[in-house]
T-cell receptor, first 113, second 112 residues
Framework: GESVGLHLPTLSVQEGDNSIINCAYSNSASDYFIWYKQESGKGPQFIIDIRSNMDKRQGQRVTVLLNKTVKHLSLQIAATQPGDSAVYFCAEIFGGATNKLIFGTGTLLAVQP | NAGVTQTPKFQVLKTGQSMTLQCAQDMNHNSMYWYRQDPGMGLRLIYYSASEGTTDKGEVPNGYNVSRLNKREFSLRLESAAPSQTSVYFC???????????FGQGTRLTVV
């Protein structure tokens, strides 16, 4: 089937700590896995993506890891800041001609000062 | 650039009324999407359009219709609104073959 889900609905971390947000997916045919950040009252904002043939990709303070063996995706945020407080969604895309983008249920990241 | 623009931002409908949500993007993207987001929930795909001239059902298409008017515009129509369609609606666009989608600011729809 086509589904993307998250293990943890809420994650609370101290400012300066590293955060890890996890996601499980079920569709092995996905071409891309993506992380989005959504702040209150706004639309989701792209953070980072990873192709299905990669294991790891790094951005600025963020790293995405893909484990295809167990169908698991994670987002690591280094030195978490108050501005990182938001809901984080994993998503997957089915490529080729369809480009169908499906979202998971989201994790609320709360950064404590 | 404006990115993805949705109109209106807010709307209140009575049960049974119809309306069309408008979406336009100025990034020359091929793919466009409509999602709904209920309070405290994730985004559910209603319809999407991989390219101009094509539309496909998403996860929750019942009660909605769409039109890909041209490459820039993708509209969502509610023919007979129901309270269950009270939600925030997001339009998005992306280039084909990438996961990087750009979202509008959303339309908050209440059906009473």
């Amino acid at each position: 089937g086509e589904s993307v889900g998250l293990h943890l609905p809420t994650l609370s971390v101290q400012e300066g700590d590293n955060s890890i947000i996890n996601c499980a997916y079920s569709n092995s045919a996905s071409d891309y896995f993506i992380w989005y950040k959504q702040e209150s009252g706004k639309g989701p904002q792209f953070i980072i993506d990873i192709r299905s043939n990669m294991d790891k990709r790094q951005g600025q303070r963020v790293t995405v890891l893909l484990n295809k063996t167990v169908k698991h995706l994670s987002l690591q945020i280094a030195a978490t800041q108050p501005g990182d407080s938001a809901v984080y969604f994993c998503a997957e895309i089915f490529g080729g001609a369809t480009n169908k983008l499906i979202f998971g249920t989201g994790t609320l990241l709360a950064v404590q000062p | 650039n404006a990115g993805v623009t949705q109109t209106p931002k807010f709307q209140v409908l009575k049960t049974g009324q119809s309306m069309t949500l408008q979406c336009a993007q100025d990034m020359n993207h091929n793919s466009m999407y409509w999602y709904r987001q209920d309070p405290g929930m994730g985004l559910r795909l209603i319809y999407y359009s991989a390219s101009e001239g094509t539309t496909d059902k998403g996860e929750v298409p019942n009660g909605y219709n769409v039109s890909r008017l041209n490459k820039r515009e993708f509209s969502l129509r509610l023919e007979s609104a129901a309270p269950s369609q009270t939600s925030v609606y997001f339009c998005a666009s992306s280039n084909s073959g990438t996961g990087r989608a750009f979202f509008g600011q959303g339309t908050r729809l209440t059906v009473v």
